[in-house]
């Protein structure tokens, strides 16, 4: 069972730095890879959105609305995805969920969700 955990969520006056980290494991014990890795943020009433995503070989990419503000790290030994976030606005409040494509041997790349961390910007 693949399990992605997340931490780093809280509050935090506007201008100010939050850093999300997801760590993923597989409780089996098998070996296991992460291809692509990413954050999306949702507020209530709307969708799901991409933040940030990271390659296996560490291409990123950004939404518009990051505008240099965020930077997204993996630790491919570790199996972390992290997301370093900083002037931050009060429009970045949401939840924050990692996801993650991992692969094992038995079932190839499978998409997975973390349980989401809430991030509040407060003005």
């Known amino acids: 069972q693949v399990q992605l955990v997340e931490s780093g969520g809280g509050l935090v006056q506007a201008g100010g730095s939050l850093r999300l980290s997801c760590v993923v494991s597989v409780t089996s014990g098998s070996i296991f890879g992460i291809n692509r890795g990413a954050w999306y943020r949702q507020v209530p009433g709307n969708q799901r959105e991409l933040v940030a995503s990271?390659?296996?070989?560490?291409?990123?990419f950004y939404a518009d609305f990051v505008e240099g503000r965020f930077t997204i790290f993996r630790d491919n030994s570790k199996s972390t995805v992290d997301l370093q976030m900083n002037s931050l606005k009060s429009e970045d409040t949401a939840v924050y969920y990692c996801y993650a494509d991992v692969w094992t041997p038995i079932t190839g790349p499978v998409p997975y969700w973390g349980q989401g961390t809430q991030v509040t910007v407060s003005s």
């Open positions: 990271i390659t296996r070989s560490g291409d990123t």
